[in-house]
């Protein structure tokens, strides 16, 4: 069976075409450059790169672009489209409605646009990217698959905000959680690894864009992320958690609106605000060797606020077996973990520092010291693959 995973955003569109039978990639890309110009690159493992300038007005024309080159004589890799059995889509938000991946139809479409308010930013161009898909593939089923529906099974008590409860009846204002499909996967592995579906685990997903999750019996507990990305540990240019009223304050200080405020925590803060060098951890890595006191200032504000949730959720879940960190940071900082794990001993996480030092890239990697009590793993992050399979298992 094969699936194709789509992930739309506002000017761009990823795809992977994946064999379920053999869990192979068969082919992925990326058009970017949507409604601009266009640029597509398109891989196939072990074969050269394909890249060359297009023409994309809109996400129809990005994916009738993905189908020619799935299905060309030289660069494709099926003979015919008839081949792909049907297409999964990344969501960042199913709202409180979509609490599981489910086939797209009519009423799963409507409830998308209806909840668009929510999730300005990725919402708009996921579901005019499924629309397009669908135009173009009307004889396969669409899968969405959501990164909040993790969250779905989280108590009252740790989603909703001690604010008055009419906003939450009114606006929907709670907390959603994202990058759900992320933990779900890496949780759902070192659980696997441990022999052991109730685990306790703990998930760092430590990217441009960051949260930490817990999970226990494979559901989630809790997590950083809340009612936007923004909640949670510093991020690339997101602030994370600080006091609520430092944006009124921001605005009467400073005079500026509600969203340029917005901007700044959104845009200006986290590793850029405090670094002022980069949103890019390697970048910061680099000055902070140098000696730069704001690049080393920025990254000791990171592990402390990694920390500071990861004892939170260990108090939540009342211990913890393991701890995983993933993406960008997580899968490849390894001073990053050094830090986040120093000094974490009486919660039974003592990692080796020589495994964590020379872990190779791309690979599953237990780096916990001999008899640690807590395993730390570092494991590289598949939400691609994720999709592919809840499609699999919506459609077969
Ligand atoms: P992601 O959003 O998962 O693609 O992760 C992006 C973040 O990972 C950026 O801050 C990168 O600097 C960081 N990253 C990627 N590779 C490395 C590396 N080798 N060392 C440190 N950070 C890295």
Redesign the pocket.
């Known amino acids: 069976m094969k699936i194709l995973v789509v992930n739309a955003g506002s000017s761009s569109l990823k795809y992977q075409l994946f064999d379920m039978d053999t869990n192979e990639v068969l082919a992925k890309g990326l058009c970017e450059r949507i409604g601009i110009d266009g640029i597509v690159s398109h891989k196939r493992p072990g074969k050269e790169d394909y890249k060359v300038n297009a023409d994309f007005p809109d996400h129809k024309a990005a994916i009738e672009c993905v189908l020619k080159l799935l299905t060309d004589a030289e660069l494709g890799v099926i003979a015919g489209v008839e081949e792909i059995s049907a297409v999964g889509h990344r969501f960042a938000h199913g709202g409180e409605k979509l609490k599981k991946s489910a086939v797209l139809g009519d009423q799963e479409l409507e409830y998308l646009e209806s909840i668009v308010g929510l999730n300005p930013l990725h919402g708009p161009p996921a579901i005019s990217g499924f629309k397009a898909c669908k135009e173009v593939m009307p004889n396969v089923k669409h899968v969405g698959v959501f990164d909040t529906s993790y969250y779905s099974d989280m108590e009252d008590y740790a989603y909703i905000y001690p604010i008055p409860y009419e906003l939450y009846e009114q606006y929907q204002i709670r907390r959603y959680g994202f990058h759900g499909t992320s933990h779900r996967y890496v949780a759902a592995k070192a659980a696997e690894i441990l022999g052991n579906k109730n685990a306790k685990i703990i998930t760092c ?6 949260s930490i999750t817990a999970t226990v019996n494979g559901k989630a507990v809790d997590t950083s992320m809340g009612f936007t990305p923004q909640d949670g540990v510093p991020m ?1 240019t997101r602030s994370g958690a600080i006091d609520p009223t430092v944006v009124t304050y921001i605005q009467k200080a400073t005079g500026c609106t509600a969203e340029e405020a917005d901007t700044i925590l959104n845009k200006k803060s986290g ?1 850029l605000g405090v670094s002022g060098v ?8 680099d000055e902070a060797a140098k000696g730069n006191y704001r690049a080393q200032l920025a990254l000791k504000i990171l592990a402390h606020n990694i920390k500071k949730i990861i004892g939170s959720y260990v108090a939540e879940m009342n211990g913890v077996d393991a701890l995983v960190f ?11 973990r050094e830090d986040v794990c120093k000094d974490m001993s009486w919660l039974g996480v003592e990692i080796d520092e020589t495994v964590n030092k020379t872990c190779p ?1 791309g690979e599953i990697v237990d780096i916990s010291a001999a008899g640690a009590k807590t395993k730390t793993f570092v494991i590289p ?1 598949n939400e691609e693959y994720m999709i592919a399979l809840d499609t699999q298992n919506l459609t077969k």
């Open positions: 997903h430590l990217g441009n864009g960051s690339g590793l980069s949103s890019d951890c390697r970048d910061i890595c993933t993406a960008g940071i997580g899968e490849n900082d390894r001073q990053i890239r992050t």
